[in-house]
């Protein structure tokens, strides 16, 4: 049973700022949050990574509350190639831990 | 960041027959692979999780004689759909992280398998 819950979908324009959040109530002390990123036939890719508070990298910015009960990924300035599925995961980071996918948020960004 | 690779990439074949799927890690060691399924439209259904040197421990509804994983390298890990048939269809992906690290789990690029 996944450990998150997303929106199923969400709409937005080029050139908007996209923020995406996920539901983690159940998040243990020792589990980091995690993106992913997948297109169509591709595998998952990594964006972004955090513990708390906020993250920010070339790609994306994670926004994690003092309860870590959710996260919210953004997304600056989405253009059309952003159009994919988004998937928040939570785990330990250890090289054994699996991960368990939810539903994923399918992002659709028009022109 | 770490790279994992997949072959072949997407490969068809008859009713019955047998299909390996490659995974490596390319710049890295991982003692733990991972396998996932995805049909199409929905998300992606761990499988198998992979052990270098030990049997692999399969998820609950997953046939291990069907699906028979071999991980015999730090960087190398086969899973092999025997006696395949069209419901087997569907795109598997693996993943690695980097063994004994922290660093986030890394995915292989999938491979289309396509059962006639």
């Known amino acids: 049973l996944a450990k998150t819950t997303q929106p199923i979908s969400m709409d937005s324009y080029e050139g908007q700022e996209v923020n995406i959040t996920c539901s983690h109530n159940?998040?243990?002390?020792?589990?980091?949050i995690t993106w992913y990123q997948q297109f169509p036939s591709q595998g998952p890719r990594f964006i972004i990574q955090?513990?708390?508070t906020k993250v920010t990298n070339e790609v994306a910015s994670l926004f994690i509350p003092a309860d870590r009960k959710s996260s919210t990924l953004s997304l600056p300035r989405v253009s059309l190639s952003d159009t994919a599925v988004y998937y928040c995961?939570?785990?330990?980071?250890?090289?054994?831990?699996?991960?368990?996918f939810g539903s994923g948020t399918r992002l659709l960004v028009r022109p | 960041g770490a790279v994992v690779s997949q072959h072949p990439s997407w490969v068809i074949c008859k009713s019955g027959t047998s299909v390996k799927i490659e995974c490596r890690s390319l710049?890295?060691?991982?003692?733990?692979m991972f396998w996932y399924r995805q049909f199409p439209k929905q998300s992606l259904m761990l499988m198998a999780t992979?052990?270098?040197?030990?049997?692999?421990?399969?998820e609950q509804g997953v046939e291990k004689d069907k699906f028979l994983i071999n991980h015999a390298s730090l960087t190398l890990s086969t899973l092999t759909v025997t006696s395949a048939h069209p419901e087997d269809s569907s795109f598997y992906i693996c993943?690695?992280?980097?063994?004994?690290?922290?660093?986030?789990?890394?995915f292989g690029p999938g491979t289309r398998l396509t059962v006639l």
């Open positions: 955090g513990y708390k």
């Open positions: 993943s690695a992280q980097v063994a004994g690290s922290t660093d986030t789990q890394y």
């Open positions: 159940n998040i243990a002390t020792n589990d980091y």
């Open positions: 995961l939570v785990g330990r980071m250890d090289s054994s831990y699996k991960l368990i």
């Open positions: 992979s052990n270098e040197g030990s049997k692999a421990t399969y």
């Open positions: 710049d890295f060691q991982a003692t733990t």
